[in-house]
């Protein structure tokens, strides 16, 4: 006979009744002493080299004397804001890259406005992005730069790695979507599944641009009991450390601070990679050009995140095969889409990987 794992006594629910109390008083005193203000994001010195049109373009302050000569330059994606590769000191693939050498280059994309909403996927990848890389190659002397490309902005990588080869020395792909249809078991992504029925041209003609708290409801409702009630419970377990509480609001301050998205870029990205999955199919067209992945021959490291539940890992594997390099390389961690640049198991090795794939291809 099984147990009733649901007996409880008068007793212990007392006692667990106390300590619930407990813990929530010692909650609001924690909260009490931390002013919001002093809830920092982005732990690495850095300097605005270029902007346009609200998009910046940021050099973080070498921390060795010579910095490798081919530099880095991350693209993010544009759903979320871009700090959090560098959140904290003991929590930054930013800080990490720049202690072992690279040279790193970060592009912020900013928050459109309602000007913005006719920009197009061809704006932010053979405007925005061949801009900036032509900056990095200009102020660097190298004729090609290395990009990591995370999430969405993985995505574009490939696709700016597509058109221009010549700019682009070695690619790194992290989370990043290719086959938006993938599906294995488990592994179909329910944003895949949620992004096919959607009616975007319906939604883009009647708001301009996507507002960034509709596309936030979509994330968390992709895991609505584990991002909207088990992580606020947990947060009592650490309600009297002041130091773990100030990293959890860190992690909700960027939760929440998402950009609009521009209305016509949005239009393109949905109906063009999640419904019609032009990209593995060779289909996508930007700037009257065809991206054709096979054009991609320079090294790529494809990055994932064996649990990662937004960008599946079906998903991204579907790129072995598919670019035109034989030096194709894999890298898996046991973490979801955010741990693989804020878990403190895997900023211990990442961070050197990469270093040491690149310097192979340097």
């Known amino acids: 006979m099984m147990p009733?794992?649901?007996?409880?006594?008068?007793?212990t629910f007392a006692r667990e009744l106390a300590e619930m109390s407990r813990q929530t008083v010692a909650g609001v005193e924690t909260l009490s002493r931390i002013d919001s203000d002093d809830v920092t994001v982005g732990c690495s010195a850095k300097e605005a080299v270029w902007s346009e049109d609200g998009i910046t373009l940021y050099r973080f302050t070498p921390r060795v004397a010579e910095p490798r000569p081919v530099p880095l330059l991350i693209s993010y994606a544009l759903v979320n804001r871009p700090y959090m590769v560098d959140l904290q000191e003991d929590r930054s693939l930013v800080r990490n890259l720049l202690d072992l050498g690279l040279d790193v280059y970060l592009i912020d994309w900013?928050?459109?406005t309602r000007a913005d909403r006719w920009r197009t996927l061809d704006d932010y990848i053979n405007g925005y992005i061949d801009r900036c890389v032509?900056?990095?190659?200009?102020?660097?002397?190298?004729?090609?730069?290395?990009v990591l490309g995370i999430c969405q902005g993985g995505t574009f990588s490939l696709c700016y790695a597509a058109l221009h080869p010549d700019k682009v020395k070695s690619l790194i792909a992290m989370v990043a979507p290719v086959d938006f249809h993938a599906e294995s078991g488990a592994e179909c992504g329910l944003l895949n599944a949620w992004a096919r029925p959607m009616d975007i041209d319906l939604m883009v003609d009647a708001l301009g641009n996507i507002p960034g708290d509709f596309m936030n409801l979509g994330f968390l409702m992709l895991k609505p009991f584990q991002l909207n009630v088990a992580k606020y419970a947990g947060l009592l377990d650490i309600a009297e450390d002041e130091t773990k509480v100030r990293n959890f609001l860190r992690m909700e301050k960027w939760i929440f601070d998402s950009p609009d998205q521009a209305g016509e870029a949005y239009r393109q990205?949905?109906?063009?990679f999640y419904q019609d999955n032009k990209l593995i199919a060779g289909e996508v067209e930007l700037g009257g050009r065809r991206v054709d992945l096979k054009a991609v021959t320079m090294p790529v490291l494809n990055v994932f995140a064996e649990q990662d539940h937004l960008v599946p890992p079906a998903s991204s594997l579907a790129?072995?095969?598919r670019v035109g390099t034989t030096d194709y390389k894999e890298l898996s961690y046991p973490v979801g889409h955010i741990g693989m640049y804020v878990s403190g198991k895997v900023q211990k090795t990442l961070?050197?990987?990469?270093?040491?794939?690149?310097d192979a291809r340097s």
């Open 4 to 11: 009733n794992v649901f007996a409880i006594t008068p007793e």
């Open 110 to 112: 900013g928050y459109p």
């Open 134 to 146: 032509d900056e990095v190659r200009e102020r660097s002397g190298q004729p090609a730069i290395h």
């Open 269 to 272: 990205f949905l109906k063009d």
């Open 319 to 321: 790129l072995a095969g």
């Open 351 to 358: 961070p050197a990987a990469l270093v040491e794939w690149l």
